[in-house]
Nanobody
Framework: QVQLVESGGGLVQAGGSLRLSCAAS????????MGWYRQAPGKQRELVAA????????NYADSVKGRFTISRDNAKNTVYLQMNSLKPEDTAVYYC??????????????WGQGTQVTVSS
């Protein structure tokens, strides 16, 4: 099982940028696709971006396409989310997780503590 620690969140003005990091422990990191999810107050957790195990293929929610970029460094067991042109509606707790399946984007059951992103207008 992979253990996950997210970091890099904070308070930023609309139009600003943040870079999130997710450090993963466990030898299976390089074998799994990874995803960034977010959960806003009163809303369900949603997938924001995903990346295959080798990093060659990515997938984004329509709401973040062209603004967010997911990447990974398997040598460092870390996945990143570069967030540009942030909007107030991006405000949420952001989580990373390994994916059970690239086709369903279903995550594994265990989650990290997440990192709060707050975008002011």
């Amino acid at each position: 099982q992979v253990q996950l620690v997210e970091s890099g969140g904070g308070l930023v003005q609309a139009g600003g940028s943040l870079r999130l990091s997710c450090a993963a422990s466990g030898s299976v990191f390089g074998k799994n696709a990874m995803g960034w999810y977010r959960q806003a107050p009163g809303k369900q957790r949603e997938l924001v971006a995903a990346i295959t195990s080798g990093g060659r293929t990515t997938n984004y929610a329509d709401s973040v396409k062209g603004r967010f970029t997911i990447s990974r460094d398997n040598a460092k067991n870390t996945v990143y989310l570069q967030m540009n042109s942030l909007k107030p509606e991006d405000t949420a707790v952001y989580y990373c997780n390994a994916l059970r399946s690239w086709y369903t984007f279903a995550p594994f059951d265990s989650w990290g503590q997440g990192t709060q992103v707050t975008v002011s207008s």
